[in-house]
């Protein structure tokens, strides 16, 4: 039984060599998972993800999470061959739905379809499969193959989702689920009891299935000030992801009360507005201690992976350097089930 996984989630709107400094120095903290996000009109993930290759050697890496309507499969299959060799096999594919497409006038229809299919797609290039693929939304003519050397057939398949359908799909063949922008431990039995349905319909164990939750982390030794960063940060989104939680329930006029500052672009004030108990389900911030407990508690509640997502710190640097020297050593990260195995072995 392997103890469960610490990841770090980075946005992708730094300077060249940034993400390098940042991977190597997560590295030799111990951290396991290296995510990059692939949020709209940041820079594509895939930049950041090869120079952090470069500079690693342990990590695993990936996109949390490209989509099937920006990228099309065959070209997510061309990312994800090109990280794989980068890292010799260190490489995972997210994918999810998306948000926020229709500002560059994208449509997203039938988003389950489209995520199963695009995962068929890319996982039949990669193994060399040119039999051709005819979907309802993608296809592969006959014939259709990638024309470089790959370095696995199958990277594991972690997908993106919150809903109850979504988390079907990733029970019957993914190989981890992110619930992104949570720090809610209930979340983590919801989840669990979504993926056990798709799991049962593929004749899976929904224990092979990992369960990853990931949010904003804010962590200082001055916890007031890390706190009050963090608020700002989760105001961006908490309008997003509230309705998604089925464990909370959050006054309507509150939420729209953020979500009206936030598109007046004063985000301190709308963070102002969000108690603590509710920051504390939906980011990690405070003192070491006060963000080691928050991980602890998803930890004790099931999850394979814990994600501290961007911006770590007041800066990126001490961030990293603290969740690193400070909040890693005082978890207990024995898990209370069965961890998923993430490896596989090369192509031929």
Same mark, same amino acid.
């Given at each position: 039984m ?56 342990r ?34 594919l ?7 497409? *229709? $500002?560059?006038?994208? #449509?997203?229809? !039938?988003?389950?379809? &489209?995520?199963?299919e =695009? +995962? ?23 014939g ?78 001055? *916890? $007031?000030?890390?706190? #009050?960063?963090? !608020?700002?940060?989760v &105001?961006?989104?908490? =309008? +997003? ?14 939420l729209?009360r ?81 961890a998923?195995?993430?490896?596989? $072995?090369?192509?031929?």
């Amino acid at each position: 039984m392997t103890t469960v996984e610490i990841g770090l989630g980075l946005q992708s709107d730094k300077r060249a060599g940034d993400y390098a400094r940042l991977a190597r120095r997560a590295e030799e903290h111990g951290f396991d998972v290296l995510s990059v996000f692939g949020d709209l009109m940041y820079q594509p993930p895939i930049f950041p993800l090869l120079e952090m290759a470069a500079a690693t050697e342990r990590v695993r890496l990936g996109a949390a999470c490209l989509n099937p309507y920006s990228a099309a499969p065959y070209e997510v299959a061309g990312q994800l061959a090109a990280l794989d060799l980068a890292s010799h096999g260190r490489a995972y594919l997210g994918l999810a739905r998306g948000t926020w497409l *229709g $500002a560059v006038g994208i #449509a997203q229809p !039938r988003p389950l379809t &489209a995520l199963a299919e =695009a +995962v068929e797609v890319v996982y039949r290039l990669l193994a060399g499969d040119a039999g051709g693929y005819e979907g309802e939304m993608f296809r592969l003519a006959p014939g259709t193959r990638l024309r470089y050397p790959v370095h696995r057939a199958r990277p594991p398949l972690l997908l993106g989702a919150w809903g109850p359908k979504g988390a079907a799909l990733a029970g019957r063949i993914a190989d981890e689920i992110k619930v992104g922008g949570s720090a809610n431990p209930a979340m983590v039995g919801v989840i669990r009891e979504r993926v056990a349905a798709g799991a049962a319909a593929a004749g899976r164990d929904p224990g092979e299935v990992g369960v990853v939750l990931g949010a904003v982390t804010v962590v200082d030794v001055d *916890g $007031a000030a890390a706190r #009050a960063r963090a !608020r700002s940060e989760v &105001a961006m989104y908490l =309008a +997003v992801v509230a309705d998604l939680d089925p464990t909370v329930e959050i006054p309507a006029d509150l939420l729209g009360r953020v979500k009206e500052l936030v598109d007046d672009g004063r985000d301190e004030a709308a963070g102002r507005l969000i108690p603590d108990d509710l920051l504390d389900l939906f980011a990690f911030s405070g003192d070491p201690e006060q963000v080691a407990a928050q991980a602890q508690a998803l930890i004790d509640a099931g999850a394979h992976r814990v994600e501290f997502g961007t911006p770590h710190g007041l800066t990126d640097d001490r961030g990293v350097e603290l969740l690193g020297t400070e909040v890693l050593p005082l978890l207990n990260r024995a898990p209370r089930r069965a961890a998923v195995s993430m490896g596989d $072995a090369p192509s031929s």
